[in-house]
């Protein structure tokens, strides 16, 4: 059957992309998760997977053409398979024919009518996504006022955002506060707090948390890095036992398909972690992390952070990621949830290692504890999964011989 391929959200600011090459012709086949274009977006130039496997029957966008996350870009399906229907509704929702809509709004009482309520007989423009969005939260898209040509999935969330106002204005202090200052709420800023709406809003999250003993890893830590020119540091044993649990619970390595019909379990274990730079929250992607060492690991690491807060990222430094992990313990956290990274299944959550009296074979001693917390989609994998996943973490970091070997 015929369907749409899309542009995926690749990170966690990615809103749009400006198409700037195509790595498959028209007639030529595609997989899920395998690198079909490429598109600039506000960081850099980067290899964009597909999220549709089949024959690529039509390109939509070509070089030069900007595109939303989620909108089309290419139509695929079987080979010689008609795709009228497609077409037509592509073209329609771009504005150059249906399925816009026609609808009455008579302006309310002593009142005019909204910007961009529909008067007698005006066709009301509005993406597909954007369309079914309104409908899933309830929302009357009739009475947004689009920043663009049409209505947006970014204008539906941004309405949403609106009405939540006056019940929070009700039910603050009778004696409003006075700002100290402004700060511009643009760019990437901006980019983050919608891209993170959008994941609050469209999957059902659950969390899990469990404390680790960091005692052995840490010991080892410290012993191997004695001496030693390059130094193996805690972020890459996380990722590399969360690749190891990943691999041994392949669901939380998942992803769900953009149409939402079909749950992808990614080949290949591509770990992000979040870093803070002068431009905002960047998620540099560690590739392969489950056949590669811990020193690789590291040093893999130390250059991605460079070239990220240098602003030289390489082409597929900030894309293709399988899952995400966010560590504040540097910052003296202990405990945090952390959202998810769509199309990610799973975040881990990182908190900072505190020296804490435990019961240790009925005594009380003191050990090095840290928290880690799983935030996942439970559209794709259930609680009792993902605990088994978050346990295999846990051993992990508890026994560093389970990563090492």
């Known amino acids: 059957m015929a369907r749409f391929m899309t542009l995926p959200k690749i990170g966690v600011n990615m809103v749009e992309g400006t198409i700037s090459e195509w790595l498959v012709s028209e007639g030529d086949e595609v997989k899920f998760g395998e690198m079909a274009f490429k598109a600039e977006t506000d960081k850099d130039i980067q290899d964009i997977p597909a999220d549709q496997s089949g024959i690529v029957l039509k390109i939509l966008a070509n070089p030069g053409d900007l595109v939303q996350c989620k909108e089309p870009v290419a139509i695929v399906g079987e080979a010689g398979e008609k795709f009228d229907d497609l077409l037509k509704q592509y073209e329609g929702a771009a504005g ?5 809509e026609e609808k009455e709004a008579a302006p309310e009482p002593e009142k005019a009518a909204p910007a961009a309520e529909a008067k007698s007989g005006e066709k009301i423009k509005i993406s597909p996504l954007a369309k079914k969005m309104a409908k899933e939260m309830g929302i009357d898209y009739t009475k947004i006022t689009p920043k663009g040509a049409r209505i947006s999935k970014e204008d539906i969330l941004a309405y949403k955002e609106a009405a939540k106002a006056p019940a929070v204005a009700a039910a603050s202090a009778p004696a409003a506060a006075t700002a100290a200052g402004t700060a511009d709420y643009t760019g990437i800023r901006k980019v983050i707090g919608t891209r993170m709406t959008e994941s609050v809003v469209t999957k059902p999250m659950s969390v899990l948390t469990v404390t680790c003993d960091m005692t052995k890893m ?5 012993e191997i890095n004695q ?10 044993l996380i990722a590399k036992a969360c690749a190891r649990a990943l691999r041994d619970h392949p669901m939380l390595n998942a992803q769900l ?5 079909k749950i992808h379990i990614m080949e290949d274990v591509n770990i992000g972690i979040a870093v803070e730079t002068d431009r905002g929250l960047m ?6 992390v489950d056949k590669k060492g811990v020193l690789e690991l590291s040093d893999d690491f130390a250059g991605l952070v460079d070239r990220v807060k240098q602003g030289n990222t390489q082409s597929g430094d900030l894309s293709g990621g399988t899952f995400t992990i966010s560590n504040l313990g540097s910052s003296g956290v202990e405990f945090f949830k952390a959202i998810v990274n769509p199309p990610e299944c799973a975040i881990l959550a990182v908190g900072a290692v505190i020296k804490q009296p435990v019961v240790i074979d009925d005594e009380i001693v003191v050990r090095p504890m840290m928290k880690i917390t799983l935030s996942f989609d439970h559209r794709i994998v259930d609680g009792a999964p993902a605990a088994r996943f978050l346990a295999s973490v846990k051993a992990n970091l508890e026994d560093p011989l389970r990563i090492i070997l």
């Not at 390059?230 to 890459?236: C, F, I, M």
């Not at 398909?257 to 019909?261: F, L, M, Q, T, V």
């Not at 998620?283 to 392969?288: H, I, K, Y």
């Open 96 to 100: 150059e024919a249906e399925p816009t």
């Open 218 to 222: 840490l010991a080892w830590r410290a």
């Open 227 to 236: 001496g030693a020119e390059k130094k193996v540091g805690v972020n890459a």
């Open 257 to 261: 398909s953009a149409d939402g019909d």
């Open 283 to 288: 998620v540099p992607v560690l590739r392969n």
